[in-house]
């Protein structure tokens, strides 16, 4: 079976290429955006991969990130517990997932990150209780906030323990695992 070829000719519909040999590819249409399937081209059967993303891993900073942000989460969590005069777990869990993003954003895949991110998250959820049983105690007594933090932190380190209870330790474990989730899963 052969092909047969274009007749040659006048052109048809007033088109001077129509009877145009065919060795030349042919001009793309006006008005198709760029990019677009031409007709009379083969499309691909697939779209190209994204070129991949570089792979972070830097512990060290992902570590300083994650510390910053535990510090300035044990501030508020301290400031709502303070103010509130009642612990509010969902806030503890807020806490470790804080951490937890600011460690994987910045540290990226670091296989020991997530450890890292639990111990600060834990820490810093005691630096909350503690700052908000300091103001408590330093509202109880009309006393300065600074006083009894840093002048009689036994006293507070003591009544946190009087107030310490089995769900303490719970938003204590639950804020360990949002951390190191959250840590894994920003890393990525």
Known sequence: MSQSTPPSGPPVDNNPYAGAPTDQPPVPQQGVPQGAPQPGFPVAPFA??????????????GLVAALGAGV?????YGLVIGLTKHEIGYAAVGVGFLVGIAAGRVGGRS??????AVLLSVGAIYLG???GEAMIIAKQYSVGFSEVFFD??????????AEADPLTFVFFAVAAYVAFQSTRKAGL
Do not use: G
């Open 48 to 61: 190209p991969a994204a070129p991949a993303a570089p792979v972070r891993n830097n512990f060290a900073l």
């Open 72 to 76: 300035v989460s044990a501030v508020l």
């Open 129 to 131: 209780q503690l700052i």
């Open 111 to 116: 296989q020991t990150l997530p450890v890292a």
């Open 152 to 161: 009689h932190l036994d006293v507070v380190q003591e009544a946190w323990k």
